[in-house]
């Protein structure tokens, strides 16, 4: 009788400790890091960051890709361009560019700053005879307002406010009075063009180099 409780109390203390050994395995395999090898990594994943890697994988994934080329602007976009260009025709120096990111028009001191209004983009932007923003122009076309675009008109008019850039809302029906605020805009910097040439004694501001007193 001794025997078999010794014998028993033996298979239960092997059992325990088995039991204990088991769990404590799957423990260890669960908080263990397992090391990734850059071999299983595919060699067209578009997930890459390496900046040494990123370039060639770029390569290879538009060598795989098909591409086509879309118009600039839709027909709305396009039409109040052309009308946009026959204003412009009055202002010699000044042009008009569409699609054109806010970032390329704007600077701020901090990175975070400039990264918000870098990733915004404006239907069109007028500058000086020097390359500066003197007006950035919105159509509120029929698909404008989707998703959180209001929002984002909110950041752009802020931002071109604090840089002293004008910002234009012209409606999807538009008439020549939503023009008069751009107009005014646009008189204005002109006759500042003109003081400029009057101050470095120049007769005929129309045949300028324009290299000549911007610089």
Do not use: W
């Not at 890091?33 to 890459?48: A, E, G, M, Q, W």
């Not at 098909?66 to 118009?71: G, I, L, P, S, T």
Request: net charge neutral.
């Amino acid at each position: 009788m001794n025997i078999e409780l010794i014998l028993f109390g033996l298979l239960m203390f092997v059992a325990v400790v088995l039991v204990f050994k088991f769990f404590l395995k799957i423990a260890n395999t669960t908080n263990k890091t397992i090391p990734i090898d850059s071999k299983n990594i595919p060699s067209k994943s578009p997930y890459i960051t390496n900046t040494k890697n990123e370039a060639a994988c770029q390569i290879e994934i538009v060598s795989d890709g098909v591409y086509e080329k879309k118009a600039l602007m839709n027909k709305p976009e396009y039409l109040l361009f052309r009308k946009l260009e026959t204003l412009m025709a009055d202002y010699k120096y000044f042009r008009i560019f569409p699609q054109v990111s806010l970032g390329e028009i704007l600077s701020a001191r901090m990175k975070k700053d400039y990264s918000i209004i870098n990733s915004k983009r404006v239907d069109f932007v007028v500058i000086d005879e020097r390359g500066y923003a003197i007006a950035v122009i919105e159509y509120q076309g029929s698909g404008h307002y989707q998703g959180n675009a209001v929002l984002r008109d909110t950041v752009k008019r802020e931002a071109c406010r604090k840089a002293g850039v004008g910002f234009i809302e012209i409606p999807q029906q538009y008439d020549a009075g939503d023009f008069f605020p751009l107009t005014r805009l646009l008189d204005i910097a002109y006759n500042n063009l003109i003081a400029r040439c009057e101050m470095k004694d120049v007769e005929n501001y129309h045949q300028i180099d324009v290299d000549v007193y911007v610089r």
